[in-house]
């Protein structure tokens, strides 16, 4: 009995940065990770353990806010910046998530159609429709236990590795020893997977989750209104962060080797889709990697659609100062939980339009990574201001971590608009 309460005790304090590390690996993500493996090789693996120190040490600081200051990332800067650039970056987050969303249900749809045969949009309106009836009727704290269980389907990519044959002394020299080509091709492919692996939403997620836990726990306060409990909680969100991004990066990592060993071992150097990249397995890599790639998007695409209409709205009521929070009543909350539905079915819309969802995923992932840079310098610069931390000082550890990894991004977006015009 006590060895079960200390299990039951470990696995409450992962949450927040688990099912925010868990949706990073969404549908869109998953055929931009498959398109790097496929037209590079092995060529972008050792991103994969570059992003990881990065990632933790921007989400972490997103976390630490919202936990601090007991206000989502959006609320904070609205009571520190400009409103018009407030406004402007949540407005682009909006439009982001929504192509997002409809690329994510996309493929859901695809590979749904693909496992079980049927027609691939009206699977992805049920997808749709079902994540918004979750988020706006089921109370948070039930809501964030499933979305716990749906970080499993991760999973089936790190088995899809075990199922193909792996050449691991190339590709432990290609982890850790980083090369980088200095073309168009090549770069605007690196930002784009910098921006679906530290994408802005992930950090007004988590910072809004933490809030949501604050809320749920009668006994917890804003750390900066109690010094107590800022030693637990911080090793929480570390323990928690540290997990999450691990768990994110490992699978971003087995997406793009196992899509350099079979799609650009054999010739295929295009991927049209995450559900593409799961068909074109079948004939390469046999029926058991299909089927977990394949399965794998339905269960990431689940977790990844409320993430992502979630933080737009969430950072929209920060903004415009409205009630926000999964466990409050639809009618208490009428515009948070319209945004939701709003972001959701805009989504399920377009994927009836004649678009092409994976010229528009892409790019929405250069986008994230564009948009990236001024939200991570607000989110930096928020996490040094009294009014919102108190005394809760920002380790040097964070410190470095955060700045590096704007830093990093910003470099990226440089050098891809540098090879644009060159």
């Known amino acids: 009995m006590e060895q079960q309460s200390q299990q039951q005790s470990w696995l409450d304090k992962l949450g927040p940065g688990l099912i925010s590390g868990a949706a990073d690996d969404d549908p869109s993500g998953i055929a931009t990770y498959s398109q790097a493996g496929a037209q590079f090789g092995l060529g972008m693996l050792w991103l994969g353990l570059f992003t990881y120190p990065l990632m933790v040490g921007i989400q972490e600081t997103s ?41 994510d249900l996309a493929a859901m749809g695809d590979a749904l159609h693909l496992v079980a045969g049927g027609k691939a949009q009206w ?3 049920a997808f749709g429709l079902l994540s918004v009836l979750l988020q706006v009727f089921l109370p948070y704290q039930r809501y964030a236990r499933l979305l716990k269980w749906l970080t499993l389907a991760l999973l089936a990519y790190a088995a899809t590795v075990l199922v193909i044959d792996v050449p691991w002394r190339e590709v432990a020299k290609r982890t850790f020893s980083p090369h980088i080509e200095w073309n168009k091709q090549y770069l605007t492919t690196m930002v784009a997977v910098f ?35 800022v030693r637990p909680q911080l090793r929480r969100i570390k323990l928690d962060t540290a997990i999450g991004m691990g768990f994110s990066n490992l699978v971003a990592w087995s997406i793009m080797l196992t899509t ?9 150097f295009h991927v049209g889709s995450s559900a593409q990249a799961a068909a074109a397995l079948r ?30 709205a969430y950072a929209m009521a920060g903004a415009f100062n409205w009630r926000s929070s999964l466990e409050l009543e639809p009618q208490a909350a009428r515009k948070f939980y319209a945004i939701i539905a709003a972001a959701t079915l805009a989504g399920v819309g377009l994927g009836f339009l004649p678009l ?13 990574g564009v948009v ?18 108190g005394q809760v000082v920002l380790s040097r550890r964070l410190r470095v971590l955060g700045w590096s990894c704007t830093t990093v991004m910003a470099v990226a977006v440089l050098a891809m608009f540098a090879s644009m015009v060159s």
């Open 195 to 229: 921006g679906t692996t530290i994408s802005p939403y992930l950090f007004f997620w988590q910072a809004a989750q933490e809030v949501e836990e604050l809320q749920a726990d009668p006994e917890a306060e804003p750390l900066k209104r109690a010094p107590r409990q």
């Open 356 to 368: 092409d969802p994976m010229r528009a995923l892409f790019w929405s992932a250069v986008v994230n």
């Open 63 to 103: 976390a630490r806010i919202g936990r601090t200051s007991g206000r989502g990332l959006a609320a904070n800067m609205r009571r520190c910046f400009p409103a018009w650039m407030l406004y402007a970056m949540v407005s682009l987050l909006l439009v982001a998530n929504t192509i997002n969303i409809a690329a």
């Open 123 to 125: 699977h992805a309106l």
């Open 283 to 312: 004939p390469i890599a046999g029926e058991l990697a299909f089927a977990l790639f394949g399965l794998g998007i339905i269960g990431t695409g689940l977790l990844a659609i409320p993430v992502l209409a979630g933080s737009a």
């Open 372 to 389: 990236a840079v001024p939200v991570m310098v607000v989110t930096m610069l928020l996490s040094t201001r009294r009014g919102v931390m």
């Open 260 to 268: 350099a060993v079979t799609l650009h071992a054999h010739g295929i």
